[in-house]
């Protein structure tokens, strides 16, 4: 990891900020969206049949099996899923001490620990070529927590998560490339969101990812080769992601669902170039004091499902 600021070439990952836009309700905010784009016309009741035909899109099929549902939020009445016709991700997972972990987390959550004071940090990137919000770009850094309100054995909880493909995650930052995704985001699912230059570009060669801090400086940056990549038919292969935030004090959780198409990961990954420079992300990356990196993960094509978050009981603080 590289201590300084230096930038990498990546594409560009905010959209084209001179499109045309009309202005939108979101509760007591009133946002800028792409006029024509997706929520500008269905406002999340998003036509399947015309979204098949974009080009981009890999079909819609695995949407057809999850009805959407309305439901009253802060930002007004809403429909749930969130759709992501086409997408792309790269995490970076790495170890880090427990102690650095439990300094960052709610003390009703605990690290998901690999072995006896060692947990898992992870930096995310996604893009969201086609999606019921437009497209945009957003980045994370999460902790793996163990399942709310579970005391068994750690390595029960790993070794499960790891077979069922599904994680348990915090996430300390959020920060994405539009107004409408930080909007949803901070208001609707409690994410620490916020909006700045997150330019994301995956590709089955190269994978590179910049955010930039409040003075256009790198905040954090990634440049890394991707690995061989293998296709999978829709639906053979849906991982899970739950995150757990707090919403007006009380404890929720959200699902993601991602219909992986096209990926590949290394364990070990090599000559991964991670630069942690200044601004938001990367303090918090460096309190939880990462050491080596453990797993590359890539999807150079994918679909998401993002539920709405419910309220959720967990243990009290310890």
Known sequence: MSPTGQQIPVGT???DRSADTVRVDLGDRLVAVPKGGL??????????????????????DFFRRLPK?????????TLTPNFY??????????????????GR????????????????VSVMFFRYDVCDIDFYTEAAVGVAVRP??????????????????HLGSYVLSLPVSTDIAQVRGHDGYG????????????TADRTAARVTGAAGETDLALSVATPRQTRRPSGERVSTL?????INGAWHSTLSQTNVLAAGSVSFPRHVDLTLGRGRMSEDLRSLDPTRPVHLDVITEGQLALHMPVPYSVAGAS
Request: net charge positive; proline share 7%.
């Open 242 to 246: 739950t995150s757990y935030t707090r």
């Open 39 to 60: 929520y500008d016309r269905f406002r999340m009741a998003t036509d399947l049949d015309e979204v098949a035909r974009d080009p981009r899109v890999p079909g819609v």
């Open 191 to 202: 994410f620490p969101k916020w909006v700045t230059g997150v330019d994301v570009d995956v």
């Open 148 to 165: 709310a309100r579970h005391r068994g054995l750690g390595v029960v909880d790993l070794l499960a998560a790891l077979k069922n493909d």
């Open 105 to 120: 987390l709610p003390g009703e959550l605990a690290p998901l620990e690999v072995a006896p004071g060692l947990g898992l």
């Open 13 to 15: 990952g905010r959209g």
């Open 85 to 102: 016709y086409r997408m792309s991700s790269a995490r970076l997972t790495m170890l880090a001490r427990s102690r650095a972990i439990r």
């Open 69 to 77: 549902t309305k439901v009253d939020l802060l930002i007004g009445p």
